[in-house]
T-cell receptor, first 116, second 106 residues
Framework: DTAVSQTPKYLVTQMGNDKSIKCEQNLGHDTMYWYKQDSKKFLKIMFSYNNKELIINETVPNRFSPKSPDKAHLNLHINSLELGDSAVYFC???????????????FGPGTRLTVL | TQLLEQSPQFLSIQEGENLTVYCNSSSVFSSLQWYRQEPGEGPVLLVTVVTGGEVKKLKRLTFQFGDARKDSSLHITAAQPGDTGLYLCAGSMLTFGGGTRLMVKP
């Protein structure tokens, strides 16, 4: 039983292409996230959705567009891929934490994106 | 932006040794999480600390939240090769520290 799943696991593509990463969670959570982890393992929040609504949108190029068709899915579409987009992208989910506490997040296995 | 600094960045020890890693900030957190990430996988939650001065134990791992809720530590007793991984702390605004990479040699 995979709690948070991502596809694909690996993605190798050319500069300028458009690609999507899919994420699904079966934990019944109402909040989902996308993180980017660079080569130095620094994990940075990109987006967060609660009940299909965008609640966090960090300073991310508008080439990145998340889409949440329902509470269990959060996909990430990237247009006009650049070399600097190469990284591991993690999807995560949690119950909504509001403003008071930090969420206990469950992470997917990651998607390693390589832009050539 | 709340910043979390972790130290040391890298730690290589022999099996059976004890170690402590730290997570520090100038900001106050309402809660703080510790995660462990193994190569090729996503981070896995180890513990959440909420109350200043709180101590939580998870087998050989002891987590402490500072009294002022600005810092936390993770102490591992008698480290084993299975403890090898990247240890990340995370604050209440989805902020992660840079991590401590631990290698435990048999």
């Amino acid at each position: 039983d995979t709690a948070v799943s991502q596809t694909p696991k690996y993605l190798v593509t050319q500069m300028g292409n458009d690609k999507s990463i899919k994420c699904e969670q079966n934990l019944g959570h109402d909040t989902m996230y996308w993180y980017k982890q660079d080569s130095k393992k620094f994990l940075k929040i990109m987006f967060s959705y609660n009940n299909k609504e965008l609640i966090i949108n960090e300073t991310v190029p508008n080439r990145f567009s998340p889409k949440s068709p329902d509470k269990a899915h959060l996909n990430l579409h990237i247009n006009s891929l650049e070399l600097g987009d190469s990284a591991v992208y993690f999807c995560a989910s949690s119950h909504f934490y509001g403003l008071a506490g930090g969420p206990e997040q469950f992470f997917g296995p990651g998607t390693r994106l390589t832009v050539l | 932006t709340q910043l979390l600094e972790q130290s040391p960045q890298f730690l290589s020890i022999q099996e059976g040794e004890n170690l402590t890693v730290y997570c520090n900030s100038s900001s106050v957190f309402s809660s703080l999480q510790w995660y462990r990430q193994e190569p090729g996988e996503g981070p896995v939650l180890l513990v959440t600390v909420v109350t200043g001065g709180e101590v939580k134990k998870l087998k050989r791992l002891t987590f402490q939240f500072g009294d002022a809720r600005k810092d936390s530590s993770l102490h591992i007793t008698a480290a084993q090769p299975g403890d090898t991984g990247l240890y990340l702390c995370a604050g209440s605004m989805l902020t992660f520290g840079g991590g401590t990479r631990l290698m435990v040699k048999p």
